[in-house]
């Protein structure tokens, strides 16, 4: 049983699509509680009754604070980490779980696909580099593994409560709250992380490059409650949101059909 961090602070839109995608594709039975935080908006998603919702809107600052103040108390030893600009696909608990329990030295797991992680608008870089040892297995196709060592994952996965435990907290950037994760994980290179393989079709709402979701990206950039970042390339990624976007349509033909 893990327990889930929702991190649902403004973008209602984002929330209300990746909220309904996190109801339907999780396997609930594994789920010991979700918490959500808002960090100090006004609106706290529910769950329905689905799990026990641990529902917290106090000012934590930051998604690496409130990272920091859960591991400050009981809880799961294993936990998902998933931001309200995720849309995660179905059975990805399931794999990402299974992996984790079938490799108990596995610290931090990682469940942004490599097409979902574009680079920082600040670098000059035109894509992300790629692990050696990702490279390798997806182009080997050996999957066996569960997963390919990294330095550091992003904000979205799966982590073991016993990796921060005696170690210093994070740090939050001082700017945003944002950052901060990576370079606890840089700094201690003795824990072992590593991203999914093969890789999970989820995608991030921020990084669309099309309607509506591109321009509530700018609006949201604008009113300062989201980083700008660089787009997926449509020809190159549409893959990873193909399905979500064939659920959208059927969903909507169904209830066109039934009205």
Same mark, same amino acid.
């Given at each position: 049983?893990?327990?889930?961090l929702y ?17 339907a594709?999780?396997d609930w039975s ?24 641990v529902?917290?809107g106090?000012?934590h600052?930051?998604p690496?604070a409130?990272m ?10 294993? #936990? !998902?980490? +998933?931001?309200?600009?995720? %849309? =995660? &696909? /179905?059975?990805?608990l ?5 992996v984790?329990?079938a ?10 696909p ?14 992300v580099?790629?692990?050696p040892?990702?490279r ?17 994952i ?6 073991r409560?016993?990796?921060?435990r ?6 939050p ?9 990576t370079?606890?994980?840089?700094? #201690? !290179?003795? +824990?072992?992380k590593?991203? %999914? =393989? &093969? /890789?999970?079709?989820?995608?991030l ?5 099309f ?20 787009n ?15 659920k ?6 169904q ?5």
């Open positions: 049983m893990i327990d889930i991190l649902a602070k403004g973008r209602p839109e984002f929330t209300a699509a990746s909220l309904a995608a996190l109801k594709n999780t594994k789920v010991r509680a979700v918490w959500v935080f808002a960090d100090g908006a006004d609106d706290l998603p529910s769950f329905g009754g689905l799990v026990n919702c529902r917290d106090r000012v600052g930051g690496v409130i920091n103040h859960y591991l400050s108390g009981p809880g799961a030893e294993i #936990f !998902a980490k +998933v931001d309200n600009d995720c %849309i =995660v &696909p /179905p059975g990805w399931d794999q990402s779980l299974a984790m329990e490799h108990p030295e596995l610290d931090l797991l990682g469940i942004e490599p097409a979902s992680r574009t680079p920082a608008p600040w670098t000059s870089k035109a894509t580099p790629v692990s040892e990702l390798e297995y997806c182009l080997a196709g050996n999957w066996d593994r569960g997963y390919a060592p990294c330095d550091s992003g904000g979205i996965g799966l982590m409560r016993s990796a921060f005696n170690r210093r907290p994070m740090e950037h001082a700017q945003n709250g944002v950052g901060g994760f370079d606890w994980q840089l700094h #201690f !290179a003795d +824990v072992c590593g991203w %999914i =393989v &093969p /890789p999970l079709k989820c995608f709402l921020d990084r669309l490059p309607e509506p979701w591109a321009s509530l990206s700018k609006k949201y950039i604008a009113e300062g409650i989201q980083r700008a970042w660089t997926y390339p449509e020809s190159a990624a549409s893959e990873l949101w193909e399905w979500w976007l064939n959208q349509k059927q969903q909507k033909q209830q066109a059909a039934s009205s």
